[in-house]
C-alpha cells in the first residue's frame, strides 16, 4: 500500500492485519516520534537563537502572553516538517529580538500614539464627538488597531532578516513556511487583479502585507510607492530594535491615512463612527496577546533569498510601477466569483498569520505525559543491524533513565505499573538486598588500602628525619611510600528479559542483580550499571528495546526498592542489536580500571520485523561481533544461560559459546546466589 503524502508524522500508517482474525488493526501512536519531533524542533530554535527557549506542544488550556517560548502543533504532517521547523524559529526569534513591553504598551495606549497622528485622526473621523475623553479614546482604539497589524508586518520583516543574514542555511525552512502560509494562486491572481485598489485600509493592507510578492503594482493604490520607500526592505536591518519598529509602523500609518479620503455622504444614518473603515475589528489581539508568537513573514512569501530586495536593481526607481504609468482598472482581469471566495480565504489566513493566531491542533493531557516521560527518561531510538545481509538495520529503543513518570504513562510493556503484572515481587527485592548486604561485607576489603614505607633511599621524598644526617656524609636520606589497593571496577550487567524469562529464572536473577547492585553500593570503587533486554510495539511494529534500570554512579540504591518492582519480561530476544545499540555506553578498561560484562540470558538471538530477521548464524555473527568490540576495548565478558534444569542442548551450548566466548557457561536457577558469591570472589582478587 503506497503511503499518502498526508500521512501524519508520528503515525504509523501501515496496513497490518490480526493474524487471528484477519481484521484491519488500529495504529498505534509512535511517541518516541513526537518526542523526537520535539526535541530536533527545540534544538534547531535553540541552535539559531542561541537561547534555550522553551519548544512545546499546544495543549487547550495553557495561554503563552509573555513570548518566551515556542508553541508547535501536536499534529504534524510528513510534508510539514519544514514548514512547522520554519515557524518555531520564526516564533523563536520573536522570542529573543522582540520587546513584548512594547507590544504591551501599545495595546493599552500608554503614551505611544504620536500627538500629531492623534490629533489627525480625531479631526479626520471624529469630530463629531464629545471633545475630550471620549473623542480621544475613539481615535485610540482606531489608531491602535491599525498600527498593531503595521508593526507586526515591520517587526516580523525585521526579525527574519536577523534568520536570513545569522543562519542562512535554515532558509529552506522560512521557504516551507512561506510557501503554506503565504504563497498561493489566489492572492497572484488578486494581486493582478481590479480587486483591492480603492484607497482604504482594507486595500492597503492587502498590497503591503504582499509587497514584495512579483505581481505587486506600487501604482495600485495612492501613496503605496512611498509606503515601499518608507520600509526600505533593502536596509531592514536598520532596526535594530522593536521601539524602531514601532516608529517605522507610524511613520507608515500616517502616509495611508493622508490618501484615505472620507466621504461623508457615503456613510448611512446610524453607521457606527467608531471604526470607519468596514472589516477592521479593534478587539483583535496584537502579535503576543493571545500569548503565541506566531506570525510569519508574509511579505516575503515569493523571495525569501532575496532579504526583501527586488530584483529591478538598487535604485529607489527601479521598482515595479514606478516608472510607468498607472493600468486603468477598466484595463485588469476581474475575478470570478469562485476566485474572489478563494481570495478572502487567503486573506484571512494571512491575517491569522499576522495576528498570531495560526491554528494549532493542542495534544490531550495523556499523550503529553506521555512525550515528557520519554523525554525526561532520556530516551532515544538507535539505527542498528545494518551491518547485516539483507537488512536495511533497524531502530533500537534505548532508555537511559526508567524514571517513576515513565512507569506511570504506561508507554512501555517492559515498566508495568499494572499490580498484576509485577514479576519482580517485593519479596525478590528484599531477599536481593539482603544477599547484597552479605556480600557487601565481603566487599568492603576493596576499600581497605596498605601502605608500605621504604627509607633510607638514595631518591624518592626526603625523610625529614634524616635531615640531620647530611652533614655527617649521608646521601640516603629519601624515602618512598607504596600504596597497594584495588582497581576501580566497571560492571555492566545486562538481563534478557523476554517472556520466556519469566517465572523462577526471572525471580532468581532478579535477586542476585539487586545483591551484585547492594554490595556494590557498600564500596567506593565498585561501579554497577543494569540494563534490561527487551521489545516494545511502537504504532504496531515490534522494535527492540534497552532500558538502563540503575547506573550506581549517579542512582541511589533506593531506586531499586522504589522501581525495580515494575520491571517485568513482555518480550523476546534481540540480543546483540540492544549490545550495539548501547556499545558507546559500556565503559572500557584500561591500565587503571577493571571492565566486565555480565551477561544473562535463556535464550538465542530472535527479533523480526518488515526491516529485519534476526536469527540464526546472522543473529550470531552479529551478536558475537558485539561482544569482540567489547574485548576490543578492555572489557571481559561473562555470559551465563539461565535454565530450570541445566542447559543440556549440545548444539545450541555450542552456540551461546560461539557467540560469548568460550568462558560462557549454563546455570541451573538455583545456582544463581552462588554465583553472586563467585563475582564476589572475583572483585576481591588482588589485580
Not at 510601477?321 to 484595463?331: F, Q, Y
Amino acid at each position: 500500500m503506497k503511503h499518502s503524502n498526508n500521512t501524519d508524522f508520528w503515525l504509523d500508517r501501515s496496513t497490518k492485519f490480526d493474524v487471528l482474525t484477519g481484521e484491519k488493526l488500529v495504529m498505534g501512536k509512535d511517541y518516541h516520534k513526537i518526542a523526537s519531533t520535539l526535541r530536533s524542533i527545540s534544538n534547531f530554535v535553540n541552535i539559531v537563537t542561541g537561547d534555550s527557549i522553551p519548544v512545546t506542544y499546544n495543549q487547550k488550556d495553557e495561554s503563552y502572553t509573555d513570548g518566551s517560548m515556542v508553541v508547535i502543533s501536536s499534529n504534524i504532517k510528513d510534508n510539514m516538517y519544514d514548514a512547522t521547523v520554519g515557524l518555531a524559529l520564526h516564533e523563536g526569534s520573536h522570542c529573543k529580538l522582540t520587546d513584548f513591553k512594547v507590544l504591551h504598551k501599545l495595546i493599552y495606549g500608554e503614551d505611544v500614539i504620536p500627538s500629531h497622528i492623534l490629533s489627525m485622526v480625531e479631526e479626520k473621523y471624529f469630530m463629531g464627538e464629545v471633545e475630550g475623553y471620549v473623542r480621544t479614546s475613539k481615535a485610540t482604539g482606531y489608531i491602535i488597531g491599525k498600527i498593531k497589524d503595521l508593526l507586526n508586518i515591520v517587526e516580523d520583516r525585521r526579525i527574519d532578516s536577523f534568520i536570513f543574514n545569522s543562519a542562512p542555511g535554515y532558509r529552506g525552512y522560512y521557504q516551507a513556511m512561506y510557501d503554506k502560509y503565504f504563497n498561493s494562486n489566489g492572492i497572484d491572481k488578486g494581486l493582478r487583479s481590479s480587486e483591492k485598489r480603492d484607497e482604504d485600509w482594507d486595500s492597503y493592507m492587502f498590497r503591503i502585507v504582499n509587497i514584495t510578492n512579483s505581481n505587486r503594482d506600487l501604482k495600485a493604490l495612492n501613496g503605496l510607492l512611498d509606503v515601499w520607500k518608507e520600509f526600505d526592505l533593502r536596509n531592514i536591518d536598520r532596526l535594530e530594535n522593536t521601539e524602531q519598529s514601532l516608529r517605522l509602523a507610524f511613520n507608515l500609518f500616517e502616509i495611508i491615512e493622508s490618501n484615505i479620503i472620507v466621504i461623508e455622504e457615503k456613510k448611512e444614518e446610524g453607521e457606527s463612527q467608531d471604526d470607519p473603515i468596514e472589516g477592521e475589528s479593534q478587539d483583535d489581539p496584537i502579535e503576543g496577546e493571545d500569548g503565541s508568537t506566531g506570525g510569519g513573514d508574509p511579505i516575503e512569501s515569493n523571495a525569501p533569498e532575496g532579504d526583501g530586495k527586488t530584483d529591478e536593481g538598487s535604485s529607489d526607481t527601479a521598482v515595479e510601477g514606478e516608472d510607468k504609468g498607472a493600468v486603468s482598472n477598466s484595463d485588469l482581469p476581474d475575478l470570478n466569483q469562485k476566485e474572489i471566495d478563494r481570495l478572502k480565504k487567503d486573506i484571512n489566513k494571512q491575517k491569522e498569520f499576522l495576528d498570531g493566531n495560526v491554528k494549532k491542533t493542542s495534544i490531550s493531557k495523556t499523550d503529553k505525559m506521555k512525550v515528557e516521560a520519554i523525554a525526561e527518561s532520556q530516551s532515544d531510538m538507535v539505527e542498528v543491524g545494518g551491518s547485516i545481509r539483507q537488512s536495511s538495520g533497524v531502530q533500537c529503543i534505548v532508555v537511559n533513565n526508567i524514571t517513576a513518570k515513565l512507569i506511570e504513562s504506561g508507554v512501555y510493556s517492559t515498566l508495568s505499573g499494572r499490580r498484576k503484572y509485577r514479576y519482580t515481587t517485593q519479596e525478590v527485592i528484599d531477599n536481593g538486598m539482603m544477599l547484597g548486604n552479605q556480600l557487601g561485607r565481603k566487599l568492603q576489603v576493596r576499600n581497605d588500602e596498605n601502605s608500605l614505607k621504604y627509607n633510607r633511599l638514595r631518591r624518592g621524598n626526603i625523610d625529614k628525619r634524616m635531615i640531620a644526617s647530611l652533614g655527617f656524609g649521608n646521601e640516603q636520606v629519601f624515602q618512598q611510600i607504596f600504596t597497594d589497593k584495588f582497581k576501580p571496577v566497571d560492571l555492566h550487567i545486562s538481563v534478557d528479559a523476554s517472556g520466556s524469562m519469566s517465572g523462577s529464572k526471572w525471580k532468581q536473577t532478579q535477586i542476585s542483580v539487586i545483591a551484585i547492585a547492594k554490595a556494590a553500593s557498600m564500596v567506593s570503587n565498585l561501579n554497577v550499571v543494569i540494563s534490561y533486554r527487551s521489545t516494545e510495539t511502537i504504532g504496531r511494529r515490534e522494535t527492540p528495546a534497552i532500558f538502563i534500570a540503575y547506573d550506581s554512579k549517579k542512582d541511589k540504591i533506593g531506586k531499586i526498592r522504589r522501581l525495580f518492582g515494575y520491571i517485568s519480561c513482555p518480550g523476546i530476544t534481540p540480543e546483540g542489536l540492544c549490545f550495539e545499540a548501547i556499545q558507546k555506553q559500556i565503559v572500557g578498561g584500561s591500565s587503571s580500571n577493571e571492565s566486565y560484562f555480565l551477561n544473562f540470558s535463556d535464550g538465542q538471538p530472535y527479533f523480526v520485523n518488515n526491516n529485519i530477521s534476526y536469527y540464526g548464524m546472522a543473529a550470531y555473527k552479529h551478536t558475537k561481533a558485539q561482544m569482540q568490540s567489547m574485548k576490543d576495548r578492555g572489557i571481559k565478558i561473562l555470559s551465563y544461560f539461565i535454565s530450570d534444569s541445566g542447559y543440556e542442548n549440545k548444539r545450541d551450548m555450542e552456540a551461546f559459546k560461539y557467540m560469548y566466548g568460550s568462558e560462557a557457561e549454563s546455570i541451573k536457577v538455583e545456582n544463581l546466589n552462588a554465583l553472586s558469591k563467585s563475582l564476589n570472589k572475583l572483585f576481591t582478587e588482588k589485580n
